[in-house]
């Protein structure tokens, strides 16, 4: 991973944050407050102005900015916790205009768990995690298994964790809420998709795609 | 969607903008989107800042002045302000007394302003924070973010801030909100969803004789979807659940807040308070003090929600200091 | 039809019931149906007499009170009140110097006054009245009753009401509320049309792109029906319709009332505030004072009305004089 | 006419308004505020109670208590015009438990009089006065044609002025409205009938009702 790749992803995951975000909101509509993908288009759009306006040296630079930038532009749940998550991937990385991939998978470990402490949500609780524990997991395991040399063993990974995140979105369907504003509905939560969990399926995909050989 | 607007990305900006042309008394900073009262920072005086989403008007801003809040952070509409705000508002406010923020339980708005918190005191301003947590219809449990903040929040800022106004420290201000809001409890039901200029279409459908029990302030739907019922009845159900969860003795005080949650016409909110008065006094407590308006509201949701206080002689006190702000004034 | 209430025919008399309970500076007669100051009569002092149909509230019960009206007598949901209510209400405030009848120009309105002003005057109460009809979206011509009497009404009355308060005789202060009115100019537009309890339907239909311009305040259809447009050109229009028929000059100074129809959000009024605002700033115009809010409303019309008051240092004066009333309260 | 059928003619046309109380509010609605069937409703309603609770010894003064009652009762521009014309039609009868149908007819327009004199309207205002006055008239007519006497000249007098009024208030449909709440409408209110030359036939057709044979 490196500098051109990180911004890229950024990039490539501003642009389907934009093209869905009326999918997102129609999301929070049915559990929240139907501001899901205005907040995450708000924020993803700063990150992509922010980034054009810099010239980081390093990937960490990259994704620390990134995670400055969402803190600063979007609010609410999802900007804390998104950007809490870049800021400490960024922080976690090797200094340098590029990383390995485990060494990337480190830091998007250390970006979860930045995100669990912030928000204090467990695997089941209906959020963000949900997407993004099993992503990591994906792509940890891939890395194992396909060796991580390369940006060959970056895409695999990637794609591993994107598959995994979709599935994890899947699978807050029929979870009741347990954090954030849908636990407020009670029981009434259940058979939705999180937003959220939504929102993280788009940047590992985005992740995904921007990877892809 | 049919709004008086320009478009909804500029809402919340532009709302400012007639905010600053009607009150000289704030002073609005566009930049960082913040309202500060204009004599701020007062040497000594504990800053009070308060915020969360826009669409609550005259919620937060609207309560700006002497005797209330130093200075609101409003976000955009339904989501919390980020930390820079926050941080900006202290360093606009703090008078060397250090600052206390009102927020309300969300996610949101505990994490941005815990985070403002960490950034305020790297620069040296002590914060201290009051969380509100008023509505009953949420239960606090493992399977909830914990209570909601709603109406009490009016409650706390005019009380903390006629606190502060008296001249007490940081601390002294924040127990004291905090002990408004234990001695809150509110509770609300809507007869409509709302629409946030950004999504443009109602938060949810509702049938011409369905009604939302137990809502939040920002077009969620509610705890439960029942049948329209007579006044009495919705009166009835809303105090048994505030007073089971928050009991008022027969013979003790409270102040009462019967808010209208933004498109119900103050003739309901009347005939409501009208019950509810009825029903406290043969439940022997005595209303000691009263609003009746629309104070914490949700855009354009016809709804309503009752918030009851326990409240004690100092508390009254408070609750009648002078107060100057564009939402909230007596005494001055 | 979605409301808080019990019965559509209890709707007055049940909100009257709450008002009492939530003012105790009010004395509500249920009997009458008249809302009286706690201290009238006050010898020597005119009595100020408003009323009209319910379903304008605040207007006018939660204008009675210090340095405002006497008395106000709230009809039926928009129904003038009958002359027993007014000339009870003249008994009840008339101590000495007689009373001030402020009525809006409906043809209902005006001649139920005109018969209490008539039992009054037999019972040797000695009766003045200001007639307002600010609406310009009405032309003056034989083709109407008049123009209708809106926001002014409340200007009317606080300044109206201020002058009494100083002791000045029932002329006068006639004389100086028919000044006030022919000073101000108004215009409403409506996003959705009202329903009154007792017909239980709106009063008219209007398309999801659609605003009703040049509306009154009873939820009738307005003068034409216009595609919605964004709040800048809905602003301009709607000024410019009000200088054209009362021209103020670049220097004047200006009594702004920016005002909801009772189901649009604060947040769009002080968005409108501000184009109107920017507006009048262009034209070289004072906003001496202005209130952003809803003061006279059409129960739960979306929509707005701007009132503007060419304005004068007595005017200006009389405004900023001390006023407690449930909905306007400053100075005291 | 005598004092039953002075009472029984209010208690008809109360009857009459309360069926169709919903329909004129409709039609106050396409030009007005919606209130004028409930405002009738409740005039009537009121007349009816009074009535009941009085015994008048003369016709006038049946008519003087229920013109009084709508005054007190009523609100509106209705209140006051429906009110005036009946207290003025009681005070113009001579006194006495009977009055011919000539006494009646000249006191119907001493009403007419009343009405127009406190609203001021003309004929083609598209207002009561568009009801009441071809009313009074096609009374007057038959009278002059088949003669007064006895409860059959009154009878047929009564029908042919419900007759004019059911015209008057039909011919209201095409009018610009001059008085009252519809002239705010400007061109708006032409293409609807008027709610008040309605309630002006209604209580026309109950005179012709109580009083046929
Ligand atoms: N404590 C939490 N931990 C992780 N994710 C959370 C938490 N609370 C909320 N979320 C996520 O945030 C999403 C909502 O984000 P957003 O709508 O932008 O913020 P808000 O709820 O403040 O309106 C939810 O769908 C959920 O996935
Ligand atoms: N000046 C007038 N003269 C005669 N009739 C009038 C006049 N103004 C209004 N009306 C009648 O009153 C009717 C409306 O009555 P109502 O709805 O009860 O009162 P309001 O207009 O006060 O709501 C109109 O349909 C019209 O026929
Ligand atoms: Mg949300
Ligand atoms: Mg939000
Ligand atoms: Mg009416
Ligand atoms: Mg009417």
């Known amino acids: 991973m490196d500098v051109a790749l990180a911004k890229a992803w950024l990039d490539t995951a501003a642009d389907a944050i934009a093209a869905q975000a009326d999918q997102l909101t129609t999301l929070d509509a049915a559990i929240g407050d139907s501001d899901h993908g205005v907040n995450m288009n708000r924020g993803f759009g700063a990150v992509r102005t922010a980034l054009a306006g810099a010239a980081p040296g390093g990937v960490g630079a990259v994704f620390t900015l990134a995670g400055s930038t969402l803190v600063s532009k979007v609010g609410g749940a999802s900007g804390p916790l998104y950007g809490s998550a870049l800021r400490a991937l960024g922080k976690s990385l090797p200094e340098g205009p590029e990383v390995d991939a485990a060494a990337f998978g480190a830091g998007l470990r250390a970006g979860l768990d930045a995100l669990r402490k912030l928000g ?85 995909q985005a992740l995904a795609d921007a990877a892809a050989p | ?49 308060s915020g969360g989403g826009s669409g609550h008007e005259p919620m937060h801003a609207g309560f700006v002045g002497l005797g209330m809040l130093d200075a609101a952070c409003p976000g955009e509409v339904f989501t919390s302000p980020v930390p820079d705000q926050i941080l900006a508002a202290a360093k606009a406010v703090d008078g060397g007394a250090g600052v206390v923020h009102i927020v309300k339980n969300y996610t949101g708005d505990v994490m941005n302003f815990q985070m403002a918190a960490e950034l305020s005191g790297d620069e040296g301003i002590e914060v201290q924070s ?22 009490a929040t009016m409650l706390v800022e005019k009380i903390a801030g006629a606190r502060a106004e008296e001249g007490a420290d940081a601390a002294t201000v924040a127990a004291l909100g905090t002990r408004v809001n234990e001695a809150s409890a509110s509770f609300a039901i809507a007869l409509s969803p709302c629409t946030t200029p950004a999504a443009g279409r109602p938060g949810f459908e509702l049938g011409e004789d369905e009604m939302e029990v137990g809502v939040g302030i920002h077009g969620e739907p509610g705890r439960r979807r029942e049948k329209l019922r007579p006044a009495r009845e919705i009166a009835t159900m809303t105090l048994e659940a505030i007073l089971a969860a928050k009991p008022v003795a027969a013979g003790e005080d409270a102040i009462v807040l019967m808010n209208g949650l933004g498109a119900t016409p103050l003739i309901e909110l009347y005939l409501l308070y009208g019950e509810f008065a009825g029903l406290l006094e043969s439940a022997g407590v005595r209303i000691a003090r009263c609003l009746v308006g629309n104070y914490v509201t949700s855009l354009d949701m016809a709804g309503m929600s009752l918030t009851v206080c326990r409240a004690d002689p100092e508390l009254l006190r408070l609750w009648d200091a002078p107060v100057r702000t564009p939402a909230l004034r007596w005494g001055v």
Chains 1, 4 share one sequence.
């Open chain 1, 120 to 204: 204090g949500a467990a695997p089941g609780d209906k959020t963000i995690v949900d997407a993004y524990l099993p992503a990591v997991d994906a792509y940890d395991a891939a890395l194992r298994q396909h060796g991580g040399d390369g940006d060959g063993g970056l895409a695999a990974a990637a794609r591993a964790a994107a598959q995994a995140a979709a599935e994890g979105m899947r699978a807050t369907v029929p979870l009741q809420a347990r954090k954030g504003r849908a636990s407020y509905l009670g029981e009434r939560s259940i058979g939705h998709q999180d937003p959220g969990a939504t929102s993280t399926w788009l940047i590992f």
């Open chain 2, 1 to 49: 969607m049919k709004k008086f607007i320009n478009h909804p990305d500029a809402v919340v900006r532009e709302a400012l903008v007639g905010l600053a042309a009607a009150h000289p008394d704030l002073r609005v900073d566009l930049e960082q989107q913040i309202v500060v009262s204009a004599d701020a920072p007062r040497a000594g005086k504990v800053g009070l800042i």
């Open chain 2, 130 to 151: 009051v969380l509100v947590d008023d509505d009953v219809a949420v239960e606090d449990s493992t399977w909830t973010a914990g209570r909601r903040g709603t109406g």
